[in-house]
């Protein structure tokens, strides 16, 4: 077995214990714990969790993916398919997992015991640039695997733009109206700024993957999967 984590991730100390177990069941060819958001998290880190929710990713569709802070795989497998596409500069785990699925009947599974801490992204900056990252690996997934594209990217962009601009126009009616919202609400500027930055970053991210003709090439494992 291959376990993955993380720089910016601390495991518990029974991570590895938890997450290979079952490995001796043939049905499964990748294992996938719990990603938990660090106990010092901030606002935004704490915002950003349910993007790390691997629970939630393993029921998606079309078909279920695990991000690769918290997985394992079979050693054997992950050669035979062709290890992660190094020409993807984001969603390469995605990538590999929905592959993995479409050339051999492994599957996955899940764990909540095998947990690790991330240390998610703590400003709005850092926000925009991880989203921006997603929808660039998004649209460029799309076009290496288009049966597993359900939505037109550029139809995901446009509506990620939509929402930044909905959230900039709560930004500028709560500077208006500051001293109220901040009786009411610590966070009434940094939530919608948190969502101005995860749409926003989408919305440029999927446009930008979308235009860039260098990804189109899809990855070749270097034995067959099967």
């Given at each position: 077995l291959i376990a993955f984590t993380d720089i910016d991730c601390i495991p518990d100390a029974a991570w590895l214990r938890f997450l290979v177990e079952g490995w001796d069941d043939d049905r499964y060819g990748g294992f996938v714990g719990r990603v938990q958001p660090s106990p010092t998290a901030n606002p935004i880190e704490r915002w950003m969790a349910p993007f790390y929710d691997q629970e939630a990713n393993l029921a998606s569709s079309p078909l279920p993916f695990a991000q690769g802070c918290n997985v394992a795989y079979?050693?054997?497998?992950?050669?035979?398919?062709?290890?992660?596409?190094?020409?993807?500069?984001?969603?390469?785990?995605?990538?590999?997992?929905?592959?993995?699925?479409?050339?051999?009947?492994?599957?996955?599974?899940?764990?909540?015991?095998?947990?690790?801490?991330?240390?998610?992204?703590?400003?709005?900056?850092?926000?925009?640039?991880?989203?921006?990252?997603?929808?660039?690996?998004?649209?460029?997934?799309?076009?290496?695997?288009?049966?597993?594209?359900?939505?037109?990217?550029?139809?995901?962009?446009?509506?990620?733009?939509?929402?930044?601009?909905?959230?900039?126009?709560?930004?500028?009616?709560?500077?208006?109206?500051?001293p109220a919202w901040r009786a009411s609400d610590p966070d009434a500027f940094l939530r919608p700024a948190f969502w101005f930055a995860f749409h926003g970053g989408m919305a440029v991210g999927l446009a930008t993957g979308l235009c860039d003709l260098r990804n189109r090439t899809p990855h070749i494992p270097s034995v067959n999967g099967h």
């Open positions: 079979r050693r054997d497998l992950f050669t035979r398919v062709g290890g992660f596409d190094e020409n993807l500069v984001w969603w390469q785990d995605v990538e590999f997992g929905w592959r993995m699925q479409q050339h051999t009947p492994y599957r996955y599974r899940w764990n909540a015991l095998a947990v690790i801490s991330h240390q998610n992204r703590s400003t709005l900056r850092g926000v925009a640039k991880k989203f921006f990252g997603r929808g660039y690996g998004r649209a460029a997934v799309a076009k290496r695997l288009p049966a597993l594209n359900r939505s037109p990217i550029g139809a995901l962009a446009l509506r990620g733009a939509f929402s930044a601009s909905v959230q900039l126009g709560k930004l500028a009616v709560r500077s208006v109206t500051a």
